[in-house]
Structure formats: structure tokens, C-alpha cells
């Protein structure tokens, strides 16, 4: 018998060539989607998934899942959907005035020239509440004030207070009766409100003399103005306003009071 035949080798440098071969092909097919994608014609559906970057006006901008950003339409005829739930089957109807920077949602679109028209955004409850924190900036007592979208302001009044004093003075009253007034013919009303000072004197005692005007006021709303007392909150003092700046400021002593009701409650009526 003859020597047996060698075993035949792989060539390295044909499995690198297919390699590449395979590898450019790959890339060619993704590039050929990306400009399909970017280039629908109009009237072409679409869903998008993405944050929220901008709202302006009518017109809101949407950072995809691949990172590129979509300028989205929106029309009277575009219906705004929140979810509940972890299946998300739950949901209410929303409202354009709902959309924001930093809010995660669902569009379903039509392709419009180099944009989308939108048909219907929709978004999480959940993650509407953690949108509405980071606008207000984390901020507890304003976080209070509005309660993360569920209260509304009906009305909102000033009081202001002469340096060193938590007396209300006549035109103060008359705003306040005028608050009322308005309070007992809202349904289901409710009154929160915030004292402040000026930058003078030290922290300690602008604490306690914020409170003490917050107090005054909701003392009067009750029993002065005729407000019942379980639609009054406690006050809250909130020391130094921020816009207080240096020294006495006339327009930073004061107590800001506003009239909210649930938007939940009134929308069931």
C-alpha cells in the first residue's frame, strides 16, 4: 500500500476572507434598514419608542432606542393614552398638557415629509410621576403643593406682611375673602398654602415667623373667611423665599395660597 494521503489543512487566509465577506455583507444589510427606516415614505405607519428631549408647542422630539432623535407632530385629532399596571392593559385617558422632557412613550405614527404625524402616545403611569419629580427638581414641598399631577390650581392668592409681623393687613383680608369666596363654589375643594420671609435676621427665627404667617392665614381662611376646616391644610414655613434676595424685600414676606382640587375626583363627577 502507497503512504496515506495527508489530512488537508484549513487555509487561514480563506477563512479570513469569507470572514470579512460575511461581515461586510452584514453591514450593507444594516445600513440598506437604516435608510429605509429614515427614509419612509409618507403615509407609512410607525411605531416609536423613546424619551422625551423637547416639547414645543405641537411639536415634541423623541430620542430613540437607537439613539436618534425623531421630531414628532401632534394634531387635535392625536389621542394621549396612560397606562396602569404592569401589563399596561389598564389605562385613562391623558392629555396633551401631559407630555414633558424626560417621559418615556409610545407613539404610534405616520411618516409626514422628514417627521411623523402622530395617531396616539401613550405612557406609564409610573413613569409619569418620576418625569414630574425631575421637573420639579425633587422638591418636596413643591412636590406637595402639586402633588405629582393629581391636584390642580384653581386659584392662587398672595399675602403680604409688614417686616417682623405675621398681622394680616386689610388688603390681605380682602384678597383672602375674595380666595374664599371663590373655594366654596368649587365642589370638593381643598386650600394649601406656604409663609415666607425676606433675607433679614437669622434662619431660626424666619423659620418660626414663616410659620406663624402660614398659620395666620389659615387661621383666617377658617375663622374669619368661613372655610371648612378639613378643606385647610396646615401651613408650611418655608423660611427665606428664593426670591427674597439681599435685605428687606417687601414682595418676600409673604404667604402663597392656592386653591387645588383632585383632577381624579372631578373627572368621575
Keep these: 500500500m502507497g503512504p496515506t494521503p495527508a489530512a488537508p489543512h484549513e487555509d487561514p487566509s480563506m477563512n479570513k476572507r469569507t470572514l470579512m465577506k460575511s ?23 410607525s411605531k416609536i419608542k423613546g424619551l422625551i428631549t423637547s416639547v414645543q408647542g405641537n411639536t415634541i422630539v423623541v430620542k430613540d432606542a437607537a439613539n436618534v432623535e425623531q421630531t414628532i407632530t401632534l394634531s387635535p385629532s392625536t389621542k394621549y393614552k396612560r397606562t396602569k399596571g404592569l401589563t399596561g392593559v389598564v389605562h385613562e385617558k391623558a392629555e396633551q398638557t401631559a ?6 412613550v409610545t407613539i404610534d405614527a405616520v411618516a409626514s415629509g422628514s417627521g411623523f404625524d402622530a395617531t396616539e402616545v401613550s405612557f406609564k403611569s409610573e413613569d409619569f410621576r418620576t418625569a414630574q419629580q425631575v421637573q420639579a427638581g425633587l422638591a418636596p414641598t413643591t412636590a406637595r403643593m402639586n402633588d405629582f399631577g393629581k391636584y390642580e390650581a384653581l386659584a392662587t392668592a398672595e399675602v403680604l406682611f409688614d417686616s417682623g409681623s405675621a398681622t394680616i393687613n386689610s388688603a390681605g383680608k380682602s384678597s383672602l375673602d375674595q380666595f374664599a369666596a371663590k373655594a366654596k363654589e368649587t365642589q370638593d375643594y381643598q386650600v394649601v398654602l406656604q409663609g415666607f420671609t425676606d433675607s433679614t435676621g437669622n434662619a431660626e427665627a424666619n423659620q418660626r415667623l414663616s410659620m406663624r404667617r402660614a398659620n ?11 372655610l371648612q376646616p378639613g378643606r385647610v391644610r396646615a401651613g408650611d414655613g418655608m423660611g427665606v423665599a428664593t426670591d427674597a434676595g439681599a435685605g428687606s424685600n417687601a414682595g418676600a414676606r409673604k404667604v402663597v395660597v392656592k386653591l387645588i382640587v383632585d383632577k381624579g375626583v372631578q373627572a368621575g363627577k
Excluded: C, E, I, R
Design 216 to 226: 395666620a392665614v389659615a387661621n383666617y381662611l377658617q375663622q374669619q373667611a368661613g
Design 99 to 104: 407630555l414633558m422632557p424626560g417621559l418615556p
Design 23 to 45: 461581515l461586510s455583507l452584514t453591514a450593507a444589510m444594516a445600513a440598506v434598514l437604516a435608510v429605509s427606516s429614515a427614509s419612509a415614505a409618507d403615509g407609512d405607519k
